[in-house]
């Protein structure tokens, strides 16, 4: 086991690492954020960082289906989803600053040295990566004059990709003192159907590549079907050098949002406290137990709620959306029941004929997407949505695409279109924003970010937001062109809310439908357990009427 030396400066900030070992997936994120949570509750100013270790600058160019959704920050940064898990538990909004990966820290290495920063030196892993890392987790600390912060690294233990940033880790620790860092690894305990027994050897293997680089972990966080036996806890706690009430079970459960509470019965806090020194780890729960047992605990039966798609294949490719319905669900009482489904099953003329297939729903949800694949299938089911009175709820691209349907289907212009998906269309009521033609980079050129709206007086977006003004996030290059707004709104669909002094539509509804409501930007991004964004309240609240 490693020796620290004694360190008495318990009023500096401190530093909790989250590492993960034995296989990706397990769950880092939703424990960093639960450990976060409870710090918070005790009345400690705390935020997170996630580390990813990727090459890519950030998450902004990368399939949803092979890295999971992109998570947009209020300021306009394109991250790891497990920020929007930050920002769900912790009600805080994050920076760009908040994600770190190699892109990031080695684009800038080089710039420096570009610059003549590092002039007759020969730049280097160490000191001059894990320097930049080291940097600006301080900076966030110093920044937001943090208590605490939690910072993940992605990725699993003996990644090649990882090494510069554990190493990093380690030297936090020498330089800022025992008492002001804690390592918390996350692993595995399996069980196998031919034995039935819980599996130490995978976290056991884990914790001796984690020494080899230096860290002795002080806590143990191990996922787990059900709770850790005792024996099981028992071998763990030898053979890793873990006290053993510093061995956390985190079993499943029936919401991400009970895990703080599954980490305090265990003791998290009072293991925290032990090695750096708390002031206080008695944690004032306020609503969150309430939060917590209305996210699992339904009055109602299930909504039954078709998420339409690109990206199904991977549900991680619209966390944010499932969770927003969630927390709409769990304000009416009533659990959601979603299916993922394909929209490209429903683009040709057989696919029409398959449209009564969502009659068994009670709503239509439409996230965001890009690309002509599959969007014949949105625009379809858009207009079935509106034809058979479905609730529908449209964002970003199920916004656009429901414009288009109604446009060609009521407007009766067949060739209605994106330009996105059609260049050449006779009618672009979607079209590319002018500003992005001067664009000629693809990562971090949409609009993005948090952008002021004005909603309409006397329109349903107005009732259901209750404000003239709202701020929201966004993703998107395409817009809707206003030549055709006068066209839409004689027949029905109505602009409700815009921004950049009225240059861009923001919301359409139409007035006459159950509900049938579109928004421009990613309101999935605002919403918190306990209180939902308002449109997927209001969706979710019209749905509950369908029969």
């Known amino acids: 086991m490693q020796l620290r030396k004694t360190d008495t400066r318990s009023d500096r900030p401190k530093y909790i690492f989250v590492t993960g070992g034995v296989m ?5 994120g939703v424990i960093s954020a639960s450990t976060a949570k409870l710090l918070q509750l005790t009345g400690l100013k705390v935020s997170c960082v996630k580390i990813d270790p990727y090459v890519n600058y950030d998450a902004g160019t990368m399939n949803p289906v092979a890295h999971g959704e992109v998570f947009v ?5 394109e991250c790891d989803m497990d920020l929007g898990n930050y920002e769900r538990f912790l009600d805080v909004a994050l920076t760009r600053e908040h994600n770190i990966t190699t892109g990031r820290v080695y684009l800038e290495v080089i710039q420096l040295e570009r610059n003549g920063k590092y002039l007759g030196q020969c730049v280097q892993i ?28 992605g990725g699993t233990v003996g990644d090649i990709e990882s090494q510069p940033f554990l190493e990093a880790f380690r030297q936090i620790e020498l330089e800022e003192g025992g008492l002001n860092t804690l390592y918390i690894h996350v692993t ?4 196998l159907d031919v034995v039935g ?47 053993e009430r510093s061995v956390i079970s985190c079993y499943d459960v029936a919401s991400i949002y009970q895990v703080p509470e599954i980490l305090e019965e265990q003791g998290m806090l009072s293991a925290i406290s032990e090695k750096i020194g708390l002031r206080s780890n008695k944690p004032r729960w306020s609503k969150w137990k309430q939060i917590s047992k209305s996210s699992y605990n339904f009055d109602s039966v299930g909504l039954k709620i078709a998420a339409i798609g690109k990206y199904v294949s991977l549900p991680d490719s619209y966390v944010s959306v499932y969770h927003a319905l969630w927390h709409a669900g769990a304000q009416i009482g009533s659990k959601i029941d979603v299916t993922w489904i394909d929209s490209e099953k429903f683009e040709n003329s057989s696919g029409k004929l398959k449209l009564r297939y969502f009659d068994r729903f009670n709503g239509i949800i439409a996230p965001g ?44 212009l067949e060739d209605a279109n994106s330009t996105e998906l059609d260049p050449d269309t006779e ?37 259901l937001y209750g404000s003239r003004i709202i701020y929201r996030r966004h993703r998107h290059r395409f817009e809707f062109n206003q030549d055709y707004r006068q066209k839409i ?37 605002h919403s918190r357990p306990g209180r939902p964004e308002e449109s997927f309240g209001a969706f979710v609240k019209a749905a509950s009427f369908r029969s």
């Open 126 to 153: 160490i000191p001059h990566i894990t320097d930049n890392i080291k940097d600006r987790v301080r900076k966030i600390v110093q920044d937001e004059k943090l208590d605490v912060v939690v910072v993940e690294c």
């Open 427 to 463: 009618h672009p009521v979607v079209k590319y924003m002018p500003e992005q033609n001067k664009k000629k980079e693809m990562g971090g050129s949409m609009r993005l970010g948090e952008h002021e709206i004005e909603i309409i007086e006397g329109s349903n977006a107005r009732r």
């Open 24 to 28: 990706s997936g397990l769950g880092k």
């Open 369 to 412: 997407g890009f690309g002509k694949r599959g969007s014949e299938g949105i625009i379809n089911i858009a207009n079935y949505a509106r034809i058979k009175k479905i609730p529908y709820l449209g964002i970003c691209f199920g916004f656009q695409l429901a414009i288009v349907a109604f446009v060609r289907n009521v407007c009766m």
């Open 197 to 243: 027994e819980q599996k130490t050897k995978p976290t056991q293997h884990s914790v001796q590549e984690l020494r080899r680089i230096g860290i002795q972990p002080d806590i143990l966080a191990v996922r787990c079907k059900k709770p850790l036996a005792a024996e099981t806890r028992r071998k763990i706690s030898l053979f890793a050098s873990v006290n």
């Open 73 to 77: 920050t209020k300021d306009g940064g």
């Open 188 to 191: 595995l305990a399996p069980v």
């Open 489 to 525: 709104e004689d027949l029905g669909m109505i602009p409700s809310a815009h921004s950049d002094r009225g240059l861009r539509t923001e919301t359409v509804e139409i007035p006459k439908h159950p509900f049938y409501f579109g928004v421009q930007y990613h309101s999935e991004f």
